[in-house]
């Protein structure tokens, strides 16, 4: 059965209101530990600015930030998910529209957000636990064979004892 995006999300987002700064807005992603910022609009969340975005439109560009508008940065076009898509739905739209923040909504809130991270912290539990189960089907897999040669070990001894 597939988890539920609720079950791997960060239920911890950072969000800004549109009329910040950038200068507030890279404190804010440095201090929060957060890889990104939703921007919102009167409460609801108009774009995204992701320590990738800042990379690539600012420090490569030799921008500089107090000279450079929020509009200039910010990822527009917002790519959400819903709260009743699987995790592999989610993986499967990051994947497809090469994000690495999926905000995931509940109607018109923010409720989480599914980051690279989380797929790959998915990804680890898996692996654990198809191995733990390999390792029980390998012992399993012994029991039987161990039971066919003891088997096999009684019906020659009866049939060369009997």
Do not use: C, W
């Not at 988890?3 to 999300?9: A, G, H, L, R, Y």
């Not at 910022?37 to 992701?50: A, D, L, S, W």
């Amino acid at each position: 059965m597939d988890n539920k995006v609720t079950d791997i999300m960060t239920r911890r987002v950072v969000t800004i209101e549109k009329g910040k700064g950038l200068r507030h807005i890279v404190k804010v992603i440095a201090e929060s530990n957060a890889g990104s910022v939703v921007i919102t609009e009167n409460g609801k969340p108009i774009g995204i600015i992701t320590e990738k975005d800042l990379i690539k439109k600012i420090l490569l560009k030799s921008k500089e930030i107090s000279k450079t508008s929020l509009d200039k940065v910010m990822t527009t076009g917002l790519i959400t998910g819903s709260r009743t898509a699987t995790a592999n739905d989610a993986t499967h739209i990051m994947k497809e529209r090469n994000i690495t923040h999926l905000p995931i909504m509940d109607q018109d809130r923010i409720i989480g957000i599914v980051t690279e991270k989380d797929i790959a912290n998915r990804a680890n539990f898996l692996f654990k636990k198809n191995l733990r189960f390999m390792r029980y089907q390998n012992i399993q897999t012994l029991i039987i064979m161990l039971f066919f040669v003891f088997l096999i070990a009684i019906l020659i001894y009866k049939r060369y004892t009997g």
